[in-house]
């Protein structure tokens, strides 16, 4: 089960960082990596990019990181996988009209990416717990 979690988080984390790359008016820096990178031809996509998939990524990826947090109980890896996708969510609703908000984006961004990198080189591992023994 914990292989499942780990790979619909990482769909999420790509999810989000290809619906990023569409909006170039949004976020100049994504939009200038994704012009570089051959990708230009995602901006025909923006609206429905920033609108409905950005959205439905950054929830699937919170969803998932919740579920693992709850699952292995490591509490600052529980919070630094969701703050990402929060982040993510208070950018795109209550924070939209802010200069700052986009900085804060971009901070998001790049930590659902390193943390993600970070699950694949050392995944989260299951306490042993017995139950019944004498301490």
């Keep these: 089960m914990g292989r499942i979690v780990s790979s619909v988080d990482k769909v999420g984390v790509g ?5 990023a790359l569409s909006c170039a008016g949004c976020f100049p820096v994504l939009g200038a990596l994704a012009a570089t990178l051959g990708l230009g031809f995602l901006s025909q996509l923006e609206g ?8 439905i990524f ?10 693992g947090w709850y699952q292995h109980r490591k509490h600052w ?4 996988s969701i703050l990402g996708p929060i982040a993510i969510l208070a950018t795109l609703y209550p924070l939209w009209q802010y200069g ?6 971009y901070c998001a961004l790049t930590l659902m990416l390193v943390v993600s990198v970070a ?4 995944p989260a591992k299951q306490e042993c717990k017995i139950s019944g023994a004498a301490t």
């Excluded at 950054?58 to 579920?67: D, E, H, I, K, R």
């Excluded at 890896?77 to 630094?80: D, P, Q």
């Design 15 to 19: 999810g989000v960082i290809i619906a």
């Design 48 to 55: 429905l990019a920033i609108n409905t998939l950005l959205p």
């Design 58 to 67: 950054a929830s699937l990826a919170l969803a998932v990181n919740a579920y």
């Design 77 to 80: 890896r529980g919070v630094l």
């Design 100 to 105: 700052w908000s986009t900085y804060l984006f």
């Design 119 to 122: 699950d694949l080189i050392w």
